[in-house]
């Protein structure tokens, strides 16, 4: 038997999943070409998940010869990875749901740094909406973050600032350790059920001391690709440190989410934690704020600089150097029919400017609310040149406000427009490659008939994506895994004494 495509869905029920991993022939073998959205593949015994792999694309599965029914042996091979070999017996998984648990209000602690309410980042809508649904479901939630722009009141969520002061290297990012004896009383005295802290960073120090102290599950969600950033920002040899802090914090939690499949495959193959405690962090959108009815007449006359019969390209986003925004002005210097603008702020935006300098560019600043619903869906195309995206959710929000884009086949990019969907709902170009890009761009820029068809199919495509459900999922299952996973370390962890208390206090006899 030969199955040529596979895509699993993270959220199956065991019996959901299919047949052919228990009941194939050891000469069966099949396929996945992609699976960009798959969390695991799992093998249930009852009423537990057996996680075999994590992440993997284009993987062939392979069913050994010659082993027993139990305990049979899976060689998953991936072009960019080694085989790992995984018994079924070696690792058991959390249930998938618990019902009792989940009808429950559950009290959440969030430890997010910078702050998602004044910092310039894709998270902030990312945790923003999550807050807020958390509150709808009737959750209490507290959040401890940076103190700059925190706001009085947020759904309800109880909202505590930590005094920061600014990254050594990148002045405009708050830090704040969070572990004064003002925050560990505030926290202990709302007790909380898990405590989530944003990672990497300097919060999340605190967050796990404090988890710890109180004996709380913590998950850990990974939002920044430092080890990526650091050569652009400062020395080369301190990626290698970086990656055995970010290993000592995940390997303490009992949970990892990371917002795209390729970051997960980037931890997993750096071993960062366990695989089966890395989880994705399904991706979502507002798809009544970034909507193709704000396409406006007098918002594109501002953006092409009073041209608004020209071509527009459109990009949102921080203005950073890690964002490889200048590969932009070699796009530019070959489109001189075309306008660009450059929406959001940044520490890089004073050298783009220059770099920009006799160029039909704008650069507007920060824009919110309706004038950033208007911006995106003003524009023909969206450009993302960014190759260290964890996930770009200024990508998604172009695409539901019905804008094509064109984006850097790197990152979390290629999660977004994954290879079924590249040429219906977007481009990709491979990095770096400026010919491709132009490729991919000019028929977008000249062709309205394709714009439109392809800003349509975009539209579509996002409105299957809703934070609500993606919310759902974190509180829901993979919180519940967070719990589990603690519980079991807390077990293994008081056998010793269990242990000694048999020996020192036998049980009688029953005669």
């Known amino acids: 038997m030969t199955i040529s495509c596979l895509s699993i869905n993270p959220t199956l029920s065991p019996p959901a999943l299919p047949t052919f991993l228990s009941s194939a022939s050891s000469s069966d073998s099949f396929s996945c070409l992609h699976a960009s959205n798959s969390l695991k593949v799992s093998r249930f015994t009852s009423q537990r998940r057996k996680p075999i792999s994590l992440f993997r694309k284009q993987a062939r599965f392979l069913r050994s010869k010659g082993e027993s029914q139990r305990g049979e042996l899976f060689v998953i091979k991936a072009s960019d990875m080694t085989i790992t070999e995984v018994r079924e017996e070696e690792e058991e998984g959390p249930p998938l749901?618990?019902?009792?648990?989940?009808?429950?209000?559950?009290?959440?602690a969030l430890f997010v740094e910078p702050s998602p309410f004044a910092y310039v980042s894709g998270y902030k809508n990312r945790f923003q909406n999550f807050i807020r649904y958390l509150r709808e479901m009737g959750d209490e939630v507290m959040v401890v973050t940076t103190h700059e722009g925190v706001p009085e009141e947020f759904y309800g969520a109880k909202l505590i600032g930590s005094r920061s002061f600014p990254c050594p290297w990148y002045q405009k990012v708050p830090l704040s350790l969070a572990l004064s004896p003002r925050i560990i009383s505030e926290v202990a005295r709302f007790k909380p059920d898990i405590i989530h802290a944003s990672s990497p960073g300097i919060m999340v120090f605190g967050a796990l001391a404090i988890a710890k102290l109180l004996c709380v599950p913590i998950v850990m969600s990974y939002h920044t690709h430092v080890p990526v950033y650091i050569p652009r920002y400062t020395f080369s040899w301190l990626v290698k440190p970086m990656w055995l802090v970010i290993k000592f914090l995940h390997r303490a939690a009992d949970l990892t989410l990371v917002p795209s499949a390729a970051i997960g495959r980037d931890l997993e193959a750096a071993r960062v934690t366990a695989a089966n405690k890395i989880r994705l962090w399904n991706k979502g959108v507002d798809s009544e704020s970034f909507n193709p009815r704000f396409r406006s007449h007098e918002m594109r006359f501002r953006l092409s600089n009073g041209e608004p019969e020209k071509p527009l390209i459109v990009h949102v986003g921080r203005l950073g150097v890690e964002k490889s925004l200048d590969f932009l002005k070699s796009v530019m210097d070959r489109l001189p029919e075309?306008?660009?603008?450059?929406?959001?702020?940044?520490?890089?935006?004073?050298?783009?400017?220059?770099?920009?300098?006799?160029?039909?560019?704008?650069?507007?600043?920060?824009?919110?609310?309706?004038?950033?619903?208007?911006a995106y869906a003003s524009g023909d195309v969206f450009v993302m040149p960014s190759e260290s995206e964890t996930l770009g959710l200024v990508v998604l929000e172009a695409?539901?406000?019905?804008?094509?884009?064109?984006?850097?086949?790197?990152?979390?990019?290629?999660?977004?427009?994954?290879?079924?969907?590249?040429?219906?709902?977007?481009?990709?170009?491979?990095?770096?490659?400026?010919?491709?890009?132009?490729?991919?761009?000019?028929?977008?820029?000249?062709?309205?008939?394709?714009?439109?068809?392809?800003?349509?199919?975009?539209?579509?495509?996002?409105?299957?994506?809703?934070?609500?459900?993606?919310?759902?999922?974190?509180?829901?299952?993979?919180?519940?895994?967070?719990?589990?996973?603690?519980?079991?370390?807390?077990?293994?962890?008081?056998?010793?004494?269990?242990?000694?208390?048999?020996?020192?206090?036998?049980?009688?006899?029953?005669?």
């Open 97 to 108: 749901l618990d019902p009792e648990t989940n009808s429950r209000p559950r009290r959440i």
């Open 399 to 511: 695409m539901s406000s019905g804008i094509p884009v064109v984006g850097v086949r790197a990152g979390g990019i290629p999660d977004i427009i994954p290879p079924d969907q590249e040429g219906k709902t977007g481009y990709l170009y491979n990095p770096g490659d400026l010919e491709d890009c132009l490729s991919k761009l000019e028929p977008l820029l000249h062709n309205a008939e394709l714009r439109e068809t392809m800003g349509k199919a975009s539209r579509v495509e996002m409105e299957k994506y809703d934070w609500k459900a993606a919310t759902r999922t974190i509180r829901n299952e993979q919180y519940n895994a967070a719990i589990w996973f603690w519980r079991k370390k807390r077990a293994q962890l008081l056998r010793p004494l269990q242990w000694l208390a048999k020996r020192l206090f036998p049980s009688p006899e029953v005669i």
């Open 338 to 374: 075309a306008r660009i603008a450059f929406i959001g702020d940044g520490p890089y935006r004073e050298e783009l400017e220059k770099m920009f300098t006799g160029m039909p560019a704008v650069f507007t600043g920060m824009l919110g609310g309706e004038e950033l619903s208007q």
